[in-house]
C-alpha cells in the first residue's frame, strides 16, 4: 500500500538544561545553554488534493512553537520531550501525525512516532 504525507519544518531559539547529566566530557549541559531547535512534522494525507495544505501547517506549527517554547527556558525539557508534546497536539487538532523530529542546532536531535 502506498501511503501518503507532508512535512514542514520550523525553528526555534530557546534555552534549556539537563541538571542531572553524568556523561563524562559534557558536564556543561548541567547548566541552561542555548540552541535553535529545528523541527520537523510528517502527517499523513490520504488523497492527493492536498488534505493537509503545507502551509497552513506550517503556520499552526510555527504559531504552536511561539507560544510553548520560543525564547523561554525549557528547564530540562529535551528534544525528546518537545517532539511528544507536538506528536499529541497535533492529534489534538485531528491531524495524523507519522513522525516529530527535534534537533539541537540541526546537528542532533530526537524523533517520535507510533508503532504499528
Known sequence: ???RAVWVQVEFEAV??????????VGYLRGPHRHVFKVEVKVEVTNP??????ISLKHWLTERLREQYEYKDL??????????EIFEALKDVAL?????????????????????
Open 96 to 116: 495524523r501525525p507519522i513522525s516529530v523530529s527535534v534537533s539541537e542546532d540541526g546537528e542532533n536531535g530526537a524523533e517520535v512516532w507510533e508503532s504499528s
Open 1 to 3: 500500500m502506498i501511503r
Open 75 to 84: 528547564g530540562r525539557k529535551s528534544c525528546e520531550d518537545i517532539a511528544l
Open 49 to 54: 488534493d492536498r488534505e493537509v495544505e503545507f
Open 16 to 25: 534549556h538544561a539537563w541538571p542531572e547529566c553524568d556523561v563524562a566530557g
